[in-house]
């Protein structure tokens, strides 16, 4: 029986994960996105620790927005990452697409953060 999609990204992501670690210095910045939702997550992995967040689900962000899952979206948070990443003395991050194409969103965001001051 084949794989269905989302078990095929997952599968993707675990592969992915052998490889990507973050660190205190240089964490893992983590992109998730659902059918209603866009997440970035910093995580120094070698401590299980998340360093910071931002979403879709901050009124913050969202207001304004006219959807919380577009492109536009998308380069808010990854703006918004950046910002608080330099709060805590971060500027270099290893970028974890989560098992997902870097296209569309997952671009737009990366390319955000970049913008912002975030080195991949």
């Known amino acids: 029986m084949p794989l269905s999609r989302n078990d095929a990204r997952h599968k993707r992501h675990l592969r992915l994960r052998r490889k990507v670690v973050g660190t205190a210095q240089r964490p893992r910045l ?6 209603h939702h866009i997440y970035a997550i910093l995580v120094d992995d070698e401590r299980g620790h998340t360093m910071a967040a931002s979403s879709t689900r901050e009124k913050a ?12 979206a998308a380069k808010r948070i990854g703006a918004e990452i950046a910002a608080k ?7 270099a991050v290893v970028f974890d697409t989560g098992g997902r194409k870097y ?3 997952v ?7 970049r913008e912002a001051g975030l080195e991949f």
Do not use: F, P, Y
């Open 85 to 91: 990443a330099k709060g805590k003395g971060i500027t």
């Open 61 to 72: 962000i969202a207001s304004g927005l006219k959807s919380k899952t577009n492109i536009e």
């Open 103 to 105: 296209h569309g969103r």
């Open 107 to 113: 671009a737009a965001l990366a390319e955000a953060a």
């Open 30 to 35: 983590q992109v998730q996105s659902t059918l």
